[in-house]
């Protein structure tokens, strides 16, 4: 009923900067906290940021003052301004959301298929 597509992931070279898409479509009344995720090769997903329908932010600290998360309710998007990318930014990108739906009330967890963001050095 509810379904996250991402897009604009690619090669970057180091030092460089990419945006990253994510609208949420589908048959739901409302979407709450918006997030990014990502999981490099051999490593466990982690917290990029996430975004409250407020606007309140939290970053994981290995992309904290290099990276921007940012949402437009309107649209059920929300968005992730990478710059100063570096190597080790390598990874799948998922975006999550906290949707919610009615008849009955549910609160599911919703997951992108992910975004490559790959380092071309």
């Known amino acids: 009923q509810v379904q996250l597509v991402e897009s604009g992931g690619g090669l970057v070279q180091p030092g460089g900067s990419l945006r990253l898409s994510c609208v949420a479509s589908g048959r739901f009344f409302r979407v709450n906290a918006m997030a990014w995720y990502r999981q490099a090769p051999g490593k466990q997903r982690e917290l990029v940021g996430t975004?409250?329908?407020?606007?309140?932010?939290d970053y994981g600290d290995s992309v904290k003052g290099r990276f921007t998360i940012s949402r437009d309710n309107a649209k059920n998007a929300v968005f992730l301004q990478m710059n100063s990318l570096k190597p080790e930014d390598t990874a799948v990108y998922y975006c999550n959301a906290a949707a919610v739906l009615l008849t009955p009330l549910r609160y599911p967890e919703v997951w992108g298929q992910g975004t490559l963001v790959t380092d071309s050095s």
């Open positions: 975004i409250t329908r407020a606007g309140t932010i």
